[in-house]
């Protein structure tokens, strides 16, 4: 579904990501993990082309992407929940919905998909008409996963899904995370909770300084020496 062959990216020349490659197959649940600006959210954002890769090449779908405007990705079925949520926030949670479904192919099947979105997300259904900036936290992060489900993707970016929620709602957010996985969605996690993450996906990459230090089954991981000490506490 989604292959990265060491791509770079640079920022004022100053080196984001530098020979990073990493795959998703069609179905799967990956996640990319590390502490702060090791570079997970600049790969989330070349992916979807909000960034310029400088080296390397992105093939999703057996498509060449790196060089395709970030406008034309969500066509091809990529959609990026972005870190910090960024609902529209005197926008109605409908209203957020509709938004979504930006691509000529979404469109004519809007209303099915918001009413797919509503049983996902019941409280979502409960809040439609209230504005999305009045909601809690984690109804935010409910409602900005829900807005790119409205493209029906086929891989699904995900940047820091559990960032300023309380361990509760995040149980409730990656409990529906993991609903929309078992659908066949392909899903990409970038995230800093690396207990959660890895109590979830079946694979992932550690990124360090820009680069993929390891990479194996989370089981695998769950037990590498330096995952335990650096990211798990142990």
Same mark, same amino acid.
């Given at each position: 579904m989604l292959q990265i062959d060491s791509i770079a990216v640079d920022y004022d020349r100053?080196?984001? $990501?530098?020979?990073? !490659? +990493?795959?998703v197959n069609?179905? *799967?649940?990956v996640g990319v993990i590390g502490a702060n600006r090791a570079g997970k959210t600049t790969l989330l954002r070349a992916i979807s082309g909000l960034v310029p890769v400088h080296a390397g090449h992105i093939m999703f779908a057996g498509e060449r992407i790196d060089g395709l405007a970030s406008h034309r990705r969500p066509e091809l079925g990529i959609a990026h929940v972005p870190e910090g949520r960024q609902v529209f926030p005197r926008l109605t949670v409908e209203e957020n919905l509709i938004l979504g479904?930006?691509?000529?192919? !979404? @469109?004519p099947a809007r209303n099915q998909r918001i009413e797919t979105v509503y049983a996902l997300f019941p409280k979502l259904a409960e809040r439609r008409k209230q504005a999305a900036g009045t909601l809690s936290g984690g109804e935010q992060q409910m409602l900005a996963i829900g807005r790119a489900l409205m493209l029906d993707p086929r891989l699904l970016l995900l940047d820091e899904p559990s960032m300023g929620l309380a361990p +509760? #709602?995040?149980? *409730?957010?990656? !409990? @529906?995370?993991?609903e929309i996985q078992k659908l066949g $969605? !392909? #899903? $990409?996690?970038? *995230?800093q909770n690396v207990p959660m993450a890895l109590g979830v996906i079946s694979r992932a990459y550690v990124l360090e300084h820009g680069e993929v230090s390891i990479s194996g089954s989370a089981e695998a991981l769950k037990t590498d020496p330096g995952v335990r000490t650096a990211f798990l506490g142990l």
């Open positions: 100053i080196p984001a $990501l530098t020979n990073v !490659s +990493i795959h069609p179905g *799967e649940f479904a930006i691509t000529p192919a !979404s @469109k +509760i #709602i995040v149980d *409730e957010v990656y !409990s @529906k995370i993991c $969605l !392909s #899903i $990409l996690l970038v *995230e």
